[in-house]
Structures are given as structure tokens and as C-alpha cells.
């Protein structure tokens, strides 16, 4: 589901930066907006249908009522929390594309940080707050998102960082909707062509019992780990890439391209190689003392760390 909404986030920083690369200040604001409004409509209607069906999917996956009945409800409370997530994600690109990108990090700092304090508390129980158990950690990430929703909001607003939304005037432009859509589909079905295949994966490994089903779950978290550089690296040259076709600057785009190519291989390389050797160890770190999750997880690390 968040994969599906990163596409348009995609669509509007190439937009951004191709409008910042030209210097034409109103349309990189009247991208934001509508980007914005495709990013609301989109994430209710996948939080809606998601919330609806969940319970089905849990059950095809996995045949203990326990695991069911707690996965989907951290799902749901989740769900609500997806217009969050997408609304941030949408700032974050925007901003990228105008070239600010310490902003969104400074924000995603503080809500990591907010995120680490809340979880133990809403998880575990403090004081008079009970403890809610695997919902608890729902809801501590949905007060963050929230909480970065509403920071980023502001800043549009208040035009902070170089981009301004009127949201007092807002004038829809379909041609330019279509525009974004027909730039994000492609970019949004690539993203989560993968997230499905992981989920059609999870599908076949649950029918192996629950002990590998939390190997591949911890090694997916291994992967999305390696996945987050290679985004960071990806947002970054297409922001540049987009920057100066703007600017009519052909030639830069090839040579951004490539060193970036050369650094992303570079850095997943030696991060291949580092979890090849400590697999186990790594493990460790998430479920320490599950020595058979341990065993099970290191071999599929180890396969996968050869594709960094």
C-alpha cells in the first residue's frame, strides 16, 4: 500500500524539479497542490478497501487464530494511519524536488526519535497508559506520521523551503492531474509489483510453519534495509536528473546518472558483503535467543545478500 502511494510522489518531484529547473515558481506550487489532492483521494480509497479485506488475507495466510486476530487488528489501526503516510511521503518528495533535503530529514528525525520514546509505553503499559500489546506499536506510528502530516502541512502553507500551497484558492487543473497520474502509475505499479511478490512470497512460506515465516519476515526487514539507500540515492539523482532537464542541461543528466550508479554499487557491495559474514549476528539484534529464527533467517540473508 505504501509502495502504490510512492509512485505519485514520484510523478510530483519530477515535475517539481523540471519547473524548478525552468524557474517557474507558480506551477511548482499548483503541482504540490494537485499532487496533494491525488495523494488524499488515493490513500482513503486503498485505507478503505484495505481495511475491508484484510481479515481474509491473514487468514490465507497463516492458520493460527492468534497471529490472525493480532496482525489484523495492528493492520487495521495501521490503515487508519496510511493518509498519514502518504501525506508526508508527498512533502518529502516535493521538497526533494526543489532540492531541500534536510528539511523532511530533520522531521523524520524527530518523529523516529518521538517513535522510539512512545512505542515501550503504548506497547508495554507505563503508569496510568495500559499497555495495547503489538496495537500499541500501530498507534505510536500513527501519532508520529500524524504528528509529520501536520508539520508538513504547515510548512506548504506557510511556503517555508520554497514552495507555497494557497489552500484558500484552489483551482483544478484535470489536464495537469492527468499529467502527474500518467507519470505516477507506472512508477507506482513498479514499486509495489515488488511489494506483491513479497506478499505472494509470504503466501507460499507461511504453508512452512510459523519458525520460517518469521526468518523471511525478519529478512524481508534486512532487505527494506538495504532497499532505503538505494531510494535515498534513486530520489536524489532523479530530483538532479529532473533539475536540469529543466535547464536544458542534457549532458549532466549522464554524468549525474552514472556517478550515482557507481556509488549506490559501491555502498550495497561492501553492505553485502558485511551482512554475508554477520549474518547470525545480525539476527541477533532483532530476536535474540530464537536460535531456530536464527538458523533459518541467516541462510536466506546469506542468499540475499549476494544481490546487493
Not at 94 to 104: A, E, I, M, N, Q
Not at 169 to 185: E, P, Q, R, V
Not at 294 to 301: L, S
Request: aromatic share 12%; proline share 3%.
Amino acid at each position: 500500500l505504501i509502495s502504490m502511494g510512492a509512485g505519485f510522489a514520484v510523478s510530483g518531484t519530477i515535475l517539481v524539479a523540471q519547473y524548478t529547473g525552468q524557474k517557474n515558481i507558480p506551477m511548482v506550487s499548483k503541482v504540490c497542490l494537485h499532487t496533494l489532492i491525488i495523494i488524499l483521494a488515493t490513500s482513503a480509497l486503498l485505507a478503505g478497501i484495505a481495511y475491508a479485506v484484510i481479515p481474509y488475507v491473514i487468514e490465507a495466510m497463516t492458520p493460527t487464530v492468534e497471529i490472525q486476530k493480532i496482525t489484523t487488528s495492528y493492520l487495521r489501526i495501521s490503515f487508519i494511519g496510511l493518509i498519514f503516510s502518504y501525506l508526508y511521503m508527498m512533502f518529502q518528495s516535493l521538497y526533494r524536488g526543489v532540492g531541500d533535503v534536510k528539511t523532511p530529514f530533520y522531521i523524520v528525525l524527530f518523529s523516529v526519535i518521538l517513535n522510539f520514546i512512545i512505542d515501550p509505553i503504548l506497547i508495554m503499559g507505563w503508569g496510568p497508559v495500559p499497555a495495547y500489546g503489538v496495537d500499541g506499536a500501530a498507534f505510536a506510528t500513527i501519532c508520529t506520521q500524524g504528528l509529520s502530516a501536520i508539520i508538513a502541512l504547515y510548512l506548504l502553507a506557510k511556503g517555508k523551503g520554497g514552495i507555497k500551497i494557497n489552500f484558500k484558492k484552489i483551482d483544478f487543473d484535470f489536464t495537469l492531474a492527468k499529467k502527474i497520474i500518467n507519470l505516477g502509475f507506472p512508477a507506482s505499479a513498479e514499486q509495489s509489483s515488488r511489494a506483491l511478490a513479497m506478499t505472494i512470497m509470504t503466501f507460499l512460506i507461511a504453508t512452512f510453519g510459523d519458525v520460517v515465516l518469521a526468518a523471511y519476515g525478519i529478512g524481508i526487514r534486512v532487505l527494506t534495509l538495504m532497499i532505503i539507500p538505494s531510494l535515498g540515492f534513486a530520489m536524489a539523482t532523479s530530483t538532479l536528473v529532473g533539475q536540469n532537464i529543466g535547464a536544458g542541461k542534457i549532458e549532466r543528466t549522464k554524468e549525474v546518472t552514472s556517478k550515482a550508479l557507481w556509488v549506490i554499487f559501491i555502498v550495497l557491495t561492501i553492505a553485502g558483503i558485511g551482512f554475508f559474514i554477520f549474518a547470525e549476528q545480525t539476527l541477533q539484534i532483532f530476536v535474540p535467543g530464537e536460535f531456530a529464527v536464527i538458523k533459518e533467517g541467516a541462510v536466506f540473508i546469506r542468499v540475499m545478500a549476494l544481490t546487493f
